[in-house]
């Protein structure tokens, strides 16, 4: 009795399947892992950086009490430098009756504060710091001259950032969303061309702080 070709195949890639797993079968060998340590002392170092934490303390000078927050750090009399840099993540929402514009961006600002103290046994390029510390040191007071509205991004967690380099340079990021406000000029409409600007300034520190945008 001839076996018709449909069911030849079908037995043909039954056995193919089979042998296949059992090549795949013993191909997979058992993995044996030791998980530890190769000494004391590593497990003794490991402990000991997870364990040492970085306090506000930490980076103040000592005695604390001569920091002053309200002060900005100039240098040999010189105003502070801050510089910023903004990357424009989405431009929308242009609203002709109103005169305004929704942007999100994220600013960055870096200013340099030799007051303060580097972390012992910072080995590190920077040290990620709490942005809380913020409230009990210096920093610069940017902010949007024709914004309408600011909105700090806080979606899963508060989307701000503040870095400690070895050159006591601090650097701090943030992502906002901004409505800002655009004289626009409807003269030559339908072919006008609006120009939208985006004013930063410091509100305290006019004469002790020099704003540069880094490019």
Not at 113 to 133: A, K, T
Request: charged share 20%; proline share 7%.
């Amino acid at each position: 009795m001839q076996v018709p070709t449909e069911k030849l195949l079908a037995y043909r890639s039954l056995i193919a399947l089979a042998i296949c797993l059992h090549m795949l079968e013993q191909s997979i060998q058992p993995c044996h892992c030791v998980h530890g340590f190769r000494n004391n002392t590593e497990s003794a170092e490991l402990v000991s950086h997870y364990e040492s934490s970085l306090s506000l303390p930490d980076i103040l000078p000592i005695p604390s009490k001569t920091y002053d927050k309200n002060r900005a750090p100039k240098l040999l009399g010189q105003p502070t430098v801050v510089y910023f840099h903004v990357t424009v993540l989405s431009l929308d929402s242009i609203n002709e009756e109103s005169m305004t514009y929704v942007t999100d961006i994220f600013l960055a600002q870096s200013w340099r504060d030799p007051r303060l103290r580097l972390p012992e046994n910072m080995s590190e390029q920077y040290r990620i710091l709490d942005v809380d510390w913020l409230h009990s040191i210096w920093r610069p007071d940017c902010f949007f001259k024709n914004a309408k509205k600011v909105t700090f991004h806080e979606m899963s967690i508060p989307n701000h950032y503040l870095w400690l380099y070895h050159d006591k340079t601090l650097l701090y990021m943030s992502k906002l969303t901004l409505v800002l406000s655009c004289a626009m000029k409807f003269e030559s409409y339908p072919h006008d061309t609006q120009i939208c600007s985006m004013m930063i300034e410091s509100c305290r520190w006019k004469c002790d702080v020099s704003l540069i945008p880094k490019p």
